[in-house]
Structure formats: structure tokens, C-alpha cells
């Protein structure tokens, strides 16, 4: 079975950078797109970025680009997401979630259980 | 970027009838659209992908449809387990958005 496990989440304050990982087993890491999708406290989820199976192209929301990158090491099986110029908007619960393919949008059949990131001073 | 907007925010329905969801994108998605599931405190279930393909292990009263703008997920009779907020995805187009939920409570 699939297992995806975030950790990194935490307090950070305002401008401050945080990075994500999520480790994935019990599948060929490499042959899917992954991503990362939030959820602001009580509120909807929010598509973050996404990173294709080589890793050779990265998708970001508008908002993200530029202050978030999306890595991942295959050789790990290791999905990341460094974030900078943390704002107080970006508190949520971070999702790692695997894509039914190996590259272009599409639908996520694996999610991890997520992480905290609280942005607060 | 597409717009997804889900109808009704809410709806309440009592065990056993059945819910009909709507989901409306701004632009064309052709067929693709993906359907969760969301309980407290869980994360996000896919339910049904490619608008009407369920997905691995997904009971047979939940079934999509449509195509182009117009989209629903239909609960042919709705089981305890069943209660739950319902995300509709675009994944036609990068960047991939959602709607904003449809919750289902009990009436």
C-alpha cells in the first residue's frame, strides 16, 4: 500500500522559511507526478505546486511562485517544498499527494495524512 | 486560471435518500475532473476521476458525470460513512484548482 509521510511543519514567524518533506513508500516513486496541496484552517484546498516524475518540470499557484520551490530526490523517494517570505496567509495544513500519472495535471488517488505550518509572530 | 464553483455549499439530506452535487468550470475541462472526499481532521479521498471513472475501492453509489463546464457527483443513498464535505478538481490545466466544497450534512 501507498504510505506518504509529511513532517517539517512547525511555528515560524512572518518572513520566515520553512521546508516540507514527504517520504512515499510502497510505490515506483519516480514514475508519478507529485504535489503539494493546503488547507487554511476550516477553509478549502488550495493546490500549491507540482513537480513531474523526473522532477524536470515544476507548477506553481501564482501566489507561490517565487516565494516556494518544489524538489524531490527519487532516490529518497522524497517529495520537498522549501518555502521563504512566510506570510500569515500561508498558515494551513500542508498535503503531499501523489498523481494518478507520470506528468501533466490530473487527479491525486494517494494523499498523506499532512502537515502544520503556522505562520505567526 | 479556471474557476471551479460547487453548488450548494451545503446540502442536508437524511440517510438513505439520495444527494445530487454540482460543479461548474469557468472554461473547458472536457472530461477532466476528479471528485474527494474530505472528513474532519482527514485528508482528502479520491472519489472519482477522469468526471465519471470511480476510483480503486470506491462504492458503487457514487457515480459522475459530465463533460465541457457541468459536472455532478451523484449519492444514490447516502450511508453514515457518507457525511462529508465534497471537493471537485480541475485537472485540465495547470494551475489545477478546486471548488469550494459542497458539505453534506445530516438533515
Known amino acids: 500500500e501507498v504510505q506518504l509521510l509529511e513532517s517539517g511543519g512547525g511555528l515560524v514567524q512572518p518572513g520566515g522559511s520553512l521546508r516540507l518533506s514527504c517520504g512515499a513508500s510502497?510505490?515506483?516513486?519516480?514514475?508519478?507526478?507529485m504535489s503539494w496541496v493546503r488547507q487554511a484552517p476550516g477553509k478549502g484546498l488550495e493546490w500549491v505546486s507540482g513537480i513531474s516524475g523526473n522532477g524536470g518540470q515544476t507548477y506553481y499557484a501564482a501566489s507561490m511562485q517565487g516565494r516556494f520551490t518544489i524538489s524531490r530526490d527519487n532516490s529518497k523517494n522524497t517529495l520537498y517544498l522549501q518555502m521563504h517570505s512566510l506570510r500569515a496567509e500561508d498558515t494551513a495544513v500542508y498535503y503531499c499527494?501523489?498523481?494518478?500519472?507520470?506528468?501533466?495535471?490530473?487527479?491525486?488517488?494517494?494523499w498523506g495524512q499532512g502537515t502544520l505550518v503556522t505562520v505567526s509572530s | 486560471e479556471i474557476v471551479m464553483t460547487q453548488s450548494p455549499a451545503t446540502l442536508s439530506v437524511s440517510p438513505g435518500e439520495g444527494a445530487t452535487l454540482s460543479c461548474r468550470a469557468s472554461?473547458?475541462?472536457?472530461?477532466?475532473l476528479a471528485w474527494y472526499q474530505q472528513k474532519p481532521g482527514q485528508a482528502p479521498r479520491l472519489l472519482i476521476y477522469?468526471?465519471?471513472t470511480r476510483a480503486t475501492g470506491i462504492p458503487a453509489r457514487f457515480s459522475g458525470s459530465g463533460s465541457g463546464t457541468d459536472f455532478t457527483l451523484t449519492i444514490s443513498s447516502l450511508q453514515s460513512e457518507d457525511f462529508a464535505v465534497y471537493y471537485c478538481q480541475q485537472c485540465n490545466n495547470w494551475p489545477l484548482t478546486f471548488g469550494g466544497g459542497t458539505k453534506v450534512e445530516i438533515k
Open positions: 499527494a501523489k498523481g494518478n500519472y507520470y506528468y501533466g495535471p490530473g487527479s491525486y488517488d494517494w
Open positions: 510502497g510505490l515506483t516513486f519516480s514514475n508519478y507526478i
Open positions: 472554461q473547458s475541462v472536457h472530461s477532466n
Open positions: 477522469d468526471a465519471s
